[in-house]
């Protein structure tokens, strides 16, 4: 490792910490799908990608992408990005230091070019908060991003379309945000999320499969009435129902070898401390690295809520916001990028990935890879989300190697494939 790229780790930090202040809510970092905030970091994105000498646009959806040319004007291209959207009140890290490491690797290649093409995208979306629908970035870049999207609305009734024309964008053009037919690989680099690499002293991971997930919104339905005349046996309490059916999703998924289930999001109506819940809106999340194990969580935990409904003699509904599928990443780049961590001095575990991530959109249609930063305290989607400088030399230094292992590997380019 070279004091060039611990300079180039610490300069990757500060500017995801320069992001970071680009933000809705003063104080915090929150920054969802095209909002103001979002301009200013395509604004510094865009300087920092066009003085590594890329060639910049932003597409029809809002992703930001800088392009590095390869050898040839028909060169295959490599994919690497992650998104541009955060949590609310999130951290510095999550998402933006894998597009930031993309810009640095730009960077490091000092004018160089290779057999391929490379192109840094961040995504502009792909947490879900603003509109309940995750992976919008990534899913309009293998063009899936259909009219049932467009109509999906926030909070304020602002429907993702129109969401892209505030934006000063076109939906019109979002066929134009599909993926060269060019590209031959997607890589994103992540901080983990979680505590494994930490807990073996690891500064990177290998992902080789990513959990399937079901995102889901249940909607309790009861009477609204006055909290001191209406008695307890005589309340349709949507609060009571809803409170029950927590607990037993909790229950459920603690009763099951490495399912997780998450209740995280709670509206009530008409939200008065004297007035009992009329309705209850509720999301539930549920993840696991089988997709069977997933469905049958799903199923057990749909009719817990049923019959927490019946007991409290209200109605529920449930509708599915997402059903992703366990994605397996490309067998033969998670290989050479395992061997790139060792050839670069890091030995680095295999390892599935918990969280939901853009190159589960991406995996199905392009051959994809990603590489994991230790997370230190396990802690992301928090205000102290960190990453450490070694960690960050650690991927510079791996990526680089990848990429001189690509470059070697002719023929598997020529046939379009890593």
Sequence with gaps: ????????????????????????????????????????????????????????????????C???????????????????DTVPNAGAFDGILGVVLGVAIVEELRGKHLPFAIEV????????????????????????????????????????????RNFGLDPVQLPRAVVSNHTFAYLEIHIEQGPVLESENASLGIVEALVGQTRMQLVFTGQANHAGTTPMHLRHDAMAAAA?????????????????ATVGKLEAFPGAGNVIAGKVTASLDVRHADDTVRHAAVLAMTKEAESAATRHRT????????????????????????????????????????????????????????????????LSHHPDES??????????????????????????LEDGHA
């Excluded at 990534?138 to 892209?164: F, H, P, Y």
């Excluded at 037993?248 to 490495?258: G, I, K, N, P, T």
């Excluded at 990453?387 to 990429?403: G, I, K, N, Q, Y």
């Design 1 to 64: 490792m070279t004091g060039t790229n611990t300079d180039r780790a610490i300069r990757t930090i500060s500017r995801c910490r320069e992001i970071a202040a680009r933000t809705e809510v003063p104080g915090e970092t929150t920054r969802l799908f095209l909002t103001p905030s979002m301009h200013n970091v395509h604004s510094l994105l865009r300087s920092w990608m066009e003085a590594a000498g890329m060639t910049v646009h932003v597409d029809a959806i809002g992703n930001l």
């Design 66 to 84: 800088g392009f590095w040319a390869g050898l040839s004007a028909d060169s295959p291209r490599l994919l690497i990005g992650s998104h541009l």
């Design 121 to 164: 995208i961040g995504f502009s979306e792909e947490e879900g908060v603003r509109f309940s629908k995750p992976f919008l970035g990534s899913l309009a870049a293998i063009g899936k991003v259909d009219a049932e999207t467009l109509a999906c609305t926030d909070r304020d009734g602002i429907s993702v379309g129109q969401a892209i």
């Design 244 to 260: 029950e059916w927590i607990v037993a999703v909790e229950r459920y998924a603690s009763s099951h070898d490495d399912l997780v």
């Design 315 to 378: 109605q529920v509904t449930a509708n599915t916001q997402l059903d992703q599928p366990a994605v397996p990443l490309d067998p033969a780049l998670t290989t050479i990028l395992q061997n790139a961590a060792a050839q670069a001095g890091f030995p680095s575990r295999r390892m599935t990935s918990g969280a939901g991530h853009d190159a589960m959109i991406l995996a199905p249609v392009i051959p994809s890879a990603m590489l994991f930063l230790r997370s230190p305290g396990g």
């Design 387 to 412: 990453v450490l400088p070694h960690d960050v030399e650690a991927a510079l230094v791996t990526v680089m190697e990848f990429l001189t292992q690509l470059g070697d590997d002719r023929g598997k």
